[in-house]
């Protein structure tokens, strides 16, 4: 099914592709390099080779499932719609780090867009964590700000009227996420750290927070890291509103949930989420709720647990207990008293 799709996207785009890269001379041919295989896609590489030079292009092909292929199609077309919103805004703006729609292939059930060429953040992490001398402590800096600035500008381009923050939804929310991590081992008392130090944070809260589009998704494995800049080539989550805050405490929540492995250090997570926060501008009052929205997000890791076989027993209460662990420091970090 996916080989057919993609022969079909080849054949739509070498009939295009003297109009989609103009200047690049004649085309030569448009060839499959390699593929990444999705729990619900495909991610298919592809180089079109012009007379002057080569364009690299990245396909997502959704697999059909469960629900059939209109649902896939669905999906496509949904990301494609984003995707070419995203970039239309950024591009009014001089900005760049959004891949350049080819066009709407959603009745294959697929995403065709330009490739961002490039290194995941979370790959750079974890060299500068196994590779000595990897990182010279500004390269990583740089990334993170680079992807503050990044999400900084995508919910300003996206932006619609504050909503409404209300810090008793949001403290209900995380004691429930509590009482599920609970029975993974999650102990009484770090449930009552985690929940005291969000209410403190709360108290300095505001009464609205920003709104806008939301990627739901905004994580250093999904962020590219190019010469150029950073990129985010994965919209096929995203909703056109919500709580912008939602994106940075995914963001810092992930990169903090990295410690859980122990090579990771949290040098280095705390030198990344420091520089992301510095550019991404979060005012005082707000960052509070970032701490809390970060713990919430760390949390509903911890509640989903590793996903493997319930018949590997061993295996889930290794994680448990490393993940039992990690929430405790991330809480006691985190959510420490307020001054």
Not at 71 to 99: M, W
Not at 112 to 130: C, D, H, N, Y
Request: with cysteine; charged share 25%.
């Amino acid at each position: 099914m996916a080989e057919s799709v993609t022969d079909q996207i080849v054949a739509d785009l070498r009939e295009r592709a003297v109009e989609l890269f103009p200047r690049r001379g004649e085309l030569r041919n448009i060839r499959i390099v390699g593929h990444t295989p999705k729990s619900d896609h495909f991610i298919y590489d592809l180089v079109a080779d012009f007379a002057n030079c080569s364009e690299r292009i990245a396909a997502k092909v959704y697999r059909p499932g469960k629900l059939g292929a209109q649902h896939t199609r669905n999906q496509a077309q949904s990301e494609y719609k984003n995707v070419e919103y995203v970039y239309g805004k950024f591009s009014e703006n001089g900005l760049h780090g959004v891949p350049r729609p080819l066009g709407n292939f959603s009745a294959l059930g697929a995403v065709v867009t330009e490739k961002i060429q490039g290194l995941p953040l979370q790959s750079m992490m974890m060299k500068a964590a196994l590779l000595p001398g990897y990182d010279d402590s500004a390269m990583l800096r740089d990334a993170a700000s680079k992807a503050g600035e990044w999400l900084r500008n995508f919910h300003h381009l996206t932006a619609d009227a504050p909503q409404i923050f209300d810090p008793q939804q949001l403290l209900g929310e995380l004691e429930t996420l509590c009482t599920n991590c609970r029975g993974e081992g999650l102990d009484d008392e770090a449930i009552q750290m985690i929940l005291t130090g969000a209410r403190a944070w709360l108290n300095k809260a505001k009464k609205s927070i920003p709104s806008s589009a939301v990627l739901n998704e905004f994580t250093p494995l999904n962020i590219v890291v190019a010469e150029d800049g950073v990129g985010v080539c994965d919209y096929g989550k995203m909703s056109t509103h919500g709580a912008s805050f939602n994106d940075a405490a995914t963001f810092l929540a992930s990169v903090e949930a990295l410690e859980k492995y122990p090579f990771c250090d949290r040098n280095i997570t705390q030198r990344v989420q420091e520089s992301f926060m510095e550019a991404y501008g979060a005012s005082a009052p707000e960052q509070a709720i970032l701490r809390v929205l970060k713990m919430k997000a760390l949390l509903s890791m911890f509640a989903r647990g590793r996903g493997v076989k319930e018949s590997a027993v061993r295996k889930k209460v290794m994680w448990a207990t490393v993940m039992k662990r990690f929430i405790q420091q991330a809480a006691s970090r985190s959510l420490a008293p307020a001054a």
